[in-house]
């Protein structure tokens, strides 16, 4: 029973940070991508602490999973493939470590380094990471359309 307790309020911390974390253990994120949000809407990680991340796309589309320093860009509107190459290059994985399990349409990396997934329908990874950088980042799907609907979020590391 009390391990029912905790697991209850594991989700509902889970819910309200989007990162569950016991001592000594990852933090466990599930990030859901669906037309056209990303659920939670906010991920917010520990730095220097090991990230299992969860990624489901439970949408009837594929959907892209993007993670970068947005600063003064406005990617709204912008050509696709100039926007895509842009947002890659400010790709917050730059440097980052990232082991990528299970079966993805597309894992495009630059080098050694992450920068975008895509999952078709139903597909899901984990990614496992340990962010370094904090900060404010913004997580965005780049598929034509999507980031304009309002597919995006906000990546916070402390
Ligand atoms: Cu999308």
Known sequence: MKRLVWVAVAVVASLQTGAVQAAGAPQVVELQMKEFAFLPATVTLKAGVPVELRLVNRGVVEH??????????????????????????????????????????????RGKDLVMVTLAPSERITLRFTPRRRGTFEMGCHVAGHYEAGMKGSWVVR
Do not use: C, I, N, T
């Not at 892209?64 to 990617?75: A, I, N, R, S, W």
């Not at 696709?80 to 990396?109: D, W």
């Open 64 to 109: 892209e999973f993007m993670v970068y320093d947005l600063g003064h860009l406005h990617p709204a509107g912008m050509d696709p493939q100039k926007m895509h190459r842009e947002l890659e290059a400010r790709s917050y994985f730059r440097g980052v470590a990232v082991q990528v399990e299970g079966r993805a349409k597309l894992v495009e990396r």
